[in-house]
């Protein structure tokens, strides 16, 4: 029976076996997180717990010395988690990409039904409904002036 040393060092990328499973090939299982780069972390939060209705998962400081926080929030009972993240001097580039189209589509059973709910929270709808042969959509912006895509999968049958 072979056994392993676990060793933790700062390099996780050299080979250490308490990170490997012998014998079993690794795959993908889903994606984790994406991200969108907020202005105001605090107020992106707010926005995503009190109006859309997501849950809280991480609220951590990055890095010791920054003021930028590992802040996730997801659909609750979802998978993938929303890190909202601030610009520091690292990401500095991103800042143009704040208040744009994200490219994130959150997936809904009611297009019209969610419309109705984020509007009577006070989330701004930048695109009314409309239907597609691939689904309903509609559009809503952020806290921060993101922009994400409702849709809704085709009626079958």
Sequence with gaps: MKTATCIFSSNV???NPCFHTQGIVSMIKHIG???VFVHDQDRAKAFFLDKVGFE???DQPMFPGTPNRWLSVR???AVTEL???VIDEQSERFRPLIGTEQGIIFEVDDL???VERLRANGV????EPSLHPWGGMAWFKDSEGNQYMLH???QQG
């Excluded at 701004?124 to 695109?127: G, K």
């Design 83 to 85: 890190v909202l993240l």
């Design 33 to 35: 997180s994406t991200h």
């Design 124 to 127: 701004e709808i930048s695109q």
């Design 75 to 77: 659909p609750k009972g």
């Design 13 to 15: 990328l050299s080979y």
């Design 56 to 58: 809280l998962v991480s």
């Design 112 to 114: 019209m039904a969610e």
């Design 152 to 154: 809704q999968k085709p």
